[in-house]
T-cell receptor, first 114, second 109 residues
Framework: DSGVTQTPKHLITATGQRVTLRCSPR?????VYWYQQSLDQGLQFLIQ???????AKGNILERFSAQQFPDLHSELNLSSLELGDSALYFC?????????????FGSGTQLSVL | GENVEQHPSTLSVQEGDSAVIKCTYS??????FPWYKQELGKRPQLIID?????GEKKDQRIAVTLNKTAKHFSLHITETQPEDSAVYFC????????FGTGTSLTVIP
């Protein structure tokens, strides 16, 4: 167990809908990262938050947004969902948000858009 | 930005043999190189990492080597076992983590 908690584990929804994925980082970690992993694909970086502030942005669509709350948990909001958004979404956390630190992944949320 | 290439995409070895996975990166400023193992349907798990001031690091049957001049790093698994079967991802980081596309390793009993 990495100590990073993601909920829900599975999510099935329809095109056009909006969903929220939740992540709680390891105790003491200030930084949260979101990644998307499509079938047979690598890990695509979406966005990073550090201590409540956005630190880095990757290939995140405008339909997607995220935030990190004062208690350091983070939520990834996906709206106007399309079939192509079906993927495994991972959250990861690190201590200080510097990219030479160990990154620990949660178990992921499997999103299926029908 | 950084570009990380990983080879091979699939690798099959006999149990007990060694496996080598190679990655190249483009940004000479990258300074941290972790390797992750992902079993089917599970989360990526950090198995070993190396920083740019070190050329080699070992942890039991796993080793990583880094050649900064050539900008490549490799994962070596010796005495492979069936439980080593998984997808392995390399990454290079400076301001962000850039992941390779993964290597699916199958260890044949």
């Amino acid at each position: 167990d990495s100590g990073v908690t993601q909920t829900p584990k599975h999510l099935i929804t329809a095109t056009g809908q909006r969903v929220t994925l939740r992540c709680s980082p390891r105790s003491g970690d200030l930084s949260v990262y979101w990644y998307q992993q499509s079938l047979d694909q690598g890990l695509q970086f979406l966005i990073q938050y550090y201590n409540g502030e956005e630190r880095a942005k990757g290939n995140i669509l405008e339909r997607f947004s995220a935030q990190q709350f004062p208690d350091l948990h983070s939520e990834l909001n996906l709206s106007s969902l399309e079939l192509g958004d079906s993927a495994l979404y991972f959250c990861a956390s690190s201590v200080g948000g510097w990219t030479n630190e160990k990154l620990f992944f949660g178990s992921g949320t499997q999103l299926s858009v029908l | 930005g950084e570009n990380v290439e990983q080879h091979p995409s699939t690798l099959s070895v006999q149990e007990g043999d060694s496996a080598v996975i190679k990655c190249t990166y483009s940004d000479s400023a990258s300074n941290y190189f972790p390797w992750y193992k992902q079993e089917l349907g599970k989360r990526p798990q950090l198995i070993i990492d190396i920083r740019s001031n070190v050329g080699e690091k070992k942890d039991q049957r796993i080793a990583v080597t880094l050649n900064k001049t050539a900008k490549h790093f490799s994962l070596h698994i010796t005495e492979t076992q069936p439980e080593d079967s998984a997808v392995y991802f390399c990454a290079a980081s400076k301001t962000q983590f850039y992941f390779g596309t993964g290597t699916s390793l199958t260890v044949i009993p």
